[in-house]
């Protein structure tokens, strides 16, 4: 399912991208549109992982996997930075030199939890017959009937 959903989405994004390069004015500008888009894909990707990793419990503490570092390193990242890029091609110059130290921290917080990510020792998952949560809390049924 996830798959599917990766697969059908990237062709927009390229598209959105594509469209941006042939009509990009010939200034340096920070092209905030497909950052943007590219930023929101990315947030939705990550929650969508996490999710999975939980609906499909392969260890049992999540923070013991090496992806598990690497995609908290991304989504901090992309969500410290996202209304940076938005607002990027509608601040001035100097007004983006004062709010650029947030991608700074942000980038610093990345570049740690992905040390993090590569310093931990390598998990073998193994599968386990005991999951830690009821299957009902992933159904979303009427509580009505």
């Known amino acids: 399912m996830i798959r599917k959903v990766i697969l ?8 959105i991208v594509f469209y941006y390069m042939l009509n990009k004015d010939q200034s340096n500008n920070f092209d905030a549109i497909p950052a943007s888009v590219e930023s929101m894909l990315i947030i939705v990707f990550c929650v969508w992982f996490f999710f999975e990793q939980i609906r499909d419990m392969q260890v049992s503490f999540i923070y013991s996997s090496k ?6 390193a991304i989504l901090v990242y992309m969500s410290a930075t996202f209304f940076l890029f938005i607002a990027a091609e509608f601040v001035s110059q100097e007004e983006r030199r004062s709010y650029w130290f947030i991608n700074s921290i942000s980038n610093l917080l990345k570049h740690i939890l992905l ?3 590569f310093i ?7 599968p386990t017959n005991e999951r830690p949560f009821s299957d009902e809390l992933f159904e979303f049924e009427n509580s009505a009937t």
């Open 67 to 72: 992806t598990f570092w690497i995609v908290v």
């Open 115 to 117: 040390t993090i990510a």
């Open 120 to 126: 931990i020792p390598n998990y073998k998952p193994q």
């Open 8 to 15: 059908g989405s990237l062709p927009v994004f390229y598209a």
